[in-house]
């Protein structure tokens, strides 16, 4: 397949989290701050924090800080990962949509 092993890892693995997918929904609206994020999905900040630690980890979020202050943290996500993992979902959904058409053929030949 065509996205990198490791990276699609780090995706799935970040995404297997409930809250984790939350956050890439509302990221994917705009981004936004930590406690904005903290406050949509009621979670306390530390939570909220280890969530958005794994995230960026995995490449699917990156951390900016506006000129105003260096102290805001606004959170966007990185279309990237998101990209590997569309690429590797459609050449499954292919490999499978070969697999039960030859299936069928098989059936049909032998019904």
Do not use: C
């Amino acid at each position: 397949m065509s996205a990198a092993p490791a990276q699609l890892d780090r995706t799935l693995a970040a995404l297997a989290d409930p809250n984790r997918r939350q956050v890439v929904d509302l990221l994917a609206q705009r981004p936004r701050q930590a406690g904005e994020l903290a406050r949509e999905l009621g979670l306390a900040p530390p939570a909220m924090s280890r969530h958005l630690r794994t995230l960026r980890e995995s490449g699917l979020v990156e951390e900016s800080h506006p000129e105003f202050d260096a102290r805001v943290r606004i959170y966007a996500l990185r279309p990237q990962p998101m990209v590997h993992l569309l690429r590797w979902l459609e050449e499954s959904e292919r490999l499978w949509t070969e697999q039960l058409a030859a299936f069928k053929a098989h059936v049909e030949r032998d019904a």
